[in-house]
């Protein structure tokens, strides 16, 4: 029992590295991305602490070269799904007895290890399997990952705090109980903060985790269960498997003992996930957490008004950073006639100057997607918007698969406000342009709240502020996190509480005290000082 009231240290957003050409922290990035290229790493499952193999080895590759092989993973069968849950299970009493500021401590050396001797493993593993290059690796895989891990413990105590009014005579307290059973983490490629996050804030409020990293971040996922165990994470709180996706669902959604779900990843797998939640509702022994940040179809509302460079600016970034892969990024934008023109010729101006290739190749803002399928995704509509007559490419429109699964900065203009780039999730760097006539200006903003099932993240671009004001309130429903005069794109832990609703996902809001209100179960307790001796109220006489 905890014999104080901890105050926690005071938490500060992770400063960016700059990574400016010939420093020191550039050196020292790029030597450690290029002595892990060359290793053979061995990447095993870890189930109640232990490293597990199997005899299935799955290679690993590159997306910016296919063909290097720098390792393996053992995938794993429904056997260690099943051990997986009894190693969470059997955790679970002394984790959830151990007193907050052990857990604290724990997820505060973890975030001061990821800052200091982790940084540029993480941030090496994020470029060599998820072909960030320095910057982004950066802002992902080191600070947001440091930021969820500290703002966290932050918002623990602010929510332990939180406490009723007491009345006379009496004591009123609330505890924050974990939930009963395990919980289950599945989490996406394109973000190493969100997938250390989403296992680790569950794990921070006392429960015990079953966690699915994609097949296509399995190297940082390694690095995070580095980290967690050198931080002191006891054995078996959270336990990282590789296995099939689909049959891991029904067997982990299926048993009596799930508690919660905290996911990242397409609106399809979730909703079939949600289904499967409720088919098996019966069999729980309380009603299940579902927590989902899943599919975005991100807007950029272009005003009259608007500064053309800026405009011009935040659509070259919003949309081409990490190739469009971002839950966030810029995929479509609806520019007024009379100012594209203007944007179209700044944007050409940038995206001549965009260097294409290896993250060990610091001045590549662009670098490769994350795989085959993806690629071909994305050359599909590419090669549909050349041939359409209601849609060309306009910038870029190149790709190569030769070496790497290399997609150029691609802008689709189209004439059709409902073509299939400018509604469809495409998780790639396609940007698709619809222009709009001035006065049409009313219209255009209900055409972009309506025209997409999703509502994650949207900008407007604008110096008129009763324009501002009238996107702001004509688009109140059309995102979760809105940006005036910036990409949507850049959420920082603390600052901008991220999440979407509609087709994007339950609005839970990772970064939040909001998020981890779903990670407990809350007890009231009452006491009494001097307790009543007759059962007559007054009224009686």
């Given at each position: 029992?905890?014999?104080?009231?901890?105050?926690?240290?005071?938490?500060?957003?992770?400063?960016?590295?700059?990574?400016?050409?010939?420093?020191?922290?550039?050196?020292?990035?790029?030597?450690?991305?290029?002595?892990?290229?060359?290793?053979?790493?061995?990447?095993?499952?870890?189930?109640?602490?232990?490293?597990?193999?199997?005899?299935?080895?799955?290679?690993?590759?590159?997306?910016?070269?296919?063909?290097?092989?720098?390792?393996?993973?053992?995938?794993?069968?429904?056997?260690?799904?099943?051990?997986?849950?009894?190693?969470?299970?059997?955790?679970?009493?002394?984790?959830?007895?151990?007193?907050?500021?052990?857990?604290?401590?724990?997820?505060?050396?973890?975030?001061?290890?990821?800052?200091?001797?982790?940084?540029?493993?993480?941030?090496?593993?994020?470029?060599?399997?998820?072909?960030?290059?320095?910057?982004?690796?950066?802002?992902?895989?080191?600070?947001?990952?440091?930021?969820?891990?500290?703002?966290?413990?932050?918002?623990?105590?602010?929510?332990?705090?939180?406490?009723?009014?007491?009345?006379?005579?009496?004591?009123?307290?609330?505890?924050?109980?974990?939930?009963?059973?395990?919980?289950?983490?599945?989490?996406?490629?394109?973000?190493?903060?969100?997938?250390?996050?989403?296992?680790?804030?569950?794990?921070?409020?006392?429960?015990?985790?079953?966690?699915?990293?994609?097949?296509?971040?399995?190297?940082?996922?390694?690095?995070?269960?580095?980290?967690?165990?050198?931080?002191?994470?006891?054995?078996?709180?959270?336990?990282?498997?590789?296995?099939?996706?689909?049959?891991?669902?029904?067997?982990?959604?299926?048993?009596?003992?799930?508690?919660?779900?905290?996911?990242?990843?397409?609106?399809?797998?979730?909703?079939?996930?949600?289904?499967?939640?409720?088919?098996?509702?019966?069999?729980?022994?309380?009603?299940?957490?579902?927590?989902?940040?899943?599919?975005?179809?991100?807007?950029?509302?272009?005003?009259?008004?608007?500064?053309?460079?800026?405009?011009?600016?935040?659509?070259?970034?919003?949309?081409?950073?990490?190739?469009?892969?971002?839950?966030?990024?810029?995929?479509?934008?609806?520019?007024?006639?009379?100012?594209?023109?203007?944007?179209?010729?700044?944007?050409?101006a940038q995206m001549k100057t965009i260097k294409i290739g290896s993250p060990e190749d610091p001045s590549n803002f662009v670098n490769a997607v994350i795989d085959k399928n993806s690629f071909e995704k994305c050359k599909g509509y590419i090669d549909r918007a050349n041939a359409a007559n209601d849609a060309n490419v306009i910038i870029g429109g190149k790709y190569d698969d030769s070496k790497g699964w290399f997609v150029h900065p691609t802008v689709i203009e189209t004439i059709n406000p409902y073509y299939e780039s400018i509604v469809e999730e495409i998780f790639g760097p396609i940007l698709t342009v619809y222009v709009y006539?001035?006065?049409?200006?009313?219209?255009?903003?209900?055409?972009?709240?309506?025209?997409?099932?999703?509502?994650?993240?949207?900008?407007?671009?604008?110096?008129?502020?009763?324009?501002?004001?009238?996107?702001?309130?004509?688009?109140?429903?059309?995102?979760?996190?809105?940006?005036?005069?910036?990409?949507?794109?850049?959420?920082?832990?603390?600052?901008?509480?991220?999440?979407?609703?509609?087709?994007?996902?339950?609005?839970?809001?990772?970064?939040?005290?909001?998020?981890?209100?779903?990670?407990?179960?809350?007890?009231?307790?009452?006491?009494?000082?001097?307790?009543?001796?007759?059962?007559?109220?007054?009224?009686?006489?």
């Amino acid at each position: 029992m905890s014999k104080a009231i901890s105050k926690v240290p005071a938490v500060i957003n992770e400063p960016v590295k700059s990574y400016i050409p010939g420093s020191e922290e550039v050196k020292s990035l790029i030597a450690t991305y290029k002595k892990m290229w060359s290793e053979k790493t061995e990447i095993p499952m870890i189930i109640g602490g232990k490293e597990v193999k199997t005899d299935k080895k799955i290679k690993l590759s590159s997306p910016q070269d296919h063909q290097h092989d720098f390792g393996f993973y053992y995938e794993g069968n429904m056997s260690h799904v099943d051990n997986a849950i009894e190693a969470a299970l059997a955790a679970k009493t002394k984790w959830n007895a151990l007193e907050w500021e052990h857990r604290a401590s724990i997820f505060l050396k973890a975030a001061e290890l990821l800052a200091g001797p982790y940084r540029d493993v993480i941030n090496a593993a994020t470029m060599i399997g998820q072909s960030k290059n320095v910057h982004q690796a950066e802002i992902d895989a080191a600070c947001e990952f440091i930021d969820f891990l500290r703002f966290n413990v932050e918002f623990m105590t602010e929510m332990y705090a939180e406490q009723p009014v007491s009345d006379k005579g009496i004591w009123n307290r609330v505890e924050y109980r974990p939930l009963e059973g395990f919980c289950f983490a599945v989490t996406p490629f394109n973000f190493t903060a969100i997938s250390g996050n989403l296992p680790a804030c569950m794990a921070m409020m006392g429960n015990v985790v079953v966690w699915k990293p994609s097949d296509k971040q399995v190297y940082s996922a390694k690095v995070i269960m580095d980290v967690f165990k050198e931080a002191g994470l006891p054995d078996g709180v959270i336990n990282m498997i590789f296995t099939d996706g689909k049959e891991t669902a029904e067997k982990v959604l299926a048993h009596p003992d799930f508690a919660g779900l905290h996911f990242t990843g397409s609106t399809k797998v979730f909703q079939g996930m949600w289904k499967m939640i409720g088919d098996n509702i019966h069999n729980y022994k309380s009603y299940p957490r579902i927590v989902g940040e899943t599919g975005g179809k991100d807007f950029v509302m272009v005003h009259p008004s608007a500064n053309v460079e800026a405009v011009a600016t935040g659509l070259v970034r919003g949309a081409f950073e990490y190739q469009g892969q971002k839950c966030s990024a810029a995929s479509r934008a609806y520019i007024p006639k009379s100012l594209w023109n203007d944007v179209k010729a700044v944007m050409e101006a940038q995206m001549k100057t965009i260097k294409i290739g290896s993250p060990e190749d610091p001045s590549n803002f662009v670098n490769a997607v994350i795989d085959k399928n993806s690629f071909e995704k994305c050359k599909g509509y590419i090669d549909r918007a050349n041939a359409a007559n209601d849609a060309n490419v306009i910038i870029g429109g190149k790709y190569d698969d030769s070496k790497g699964w290399f997609v150029h900065p691609t802008v689709i203009e189209t004439i059709n406000p409902y073509y299939e780039s400018i509604v469809e999730e495409i998780f790639g760097p396609i940007l698709t342009v619809y222009v709009y006539e001035d006065e049409n200006w009313e219209d255009t903003l209900k055409l972009v709240d309506t025209s997409t099932q999703y509502s994650l993240t949207g900008s407007i671009f604008a110096q008129d502020r009763y324009a501002i004001d009238e996107a702001y309130k004509a688009l109140e429903n059309a995102s979760g996190n809105f940006y005036i005069n910036d990409k949507p794109t850049g959420a920082v832990v603390g600052q901008q509480p991220f999440g979407g609703s509609r087709a994007s996902g339950t609005n839970d809001k990772a970064g939040s005290k909001m998020n981890l209100t779903r990670w407990v179960s809350v007890r009231s307790i009452k006491e009494t000082f001097v307790s009543p001796k007759d059962y007559k109220y007054p009224y009686l006489g």
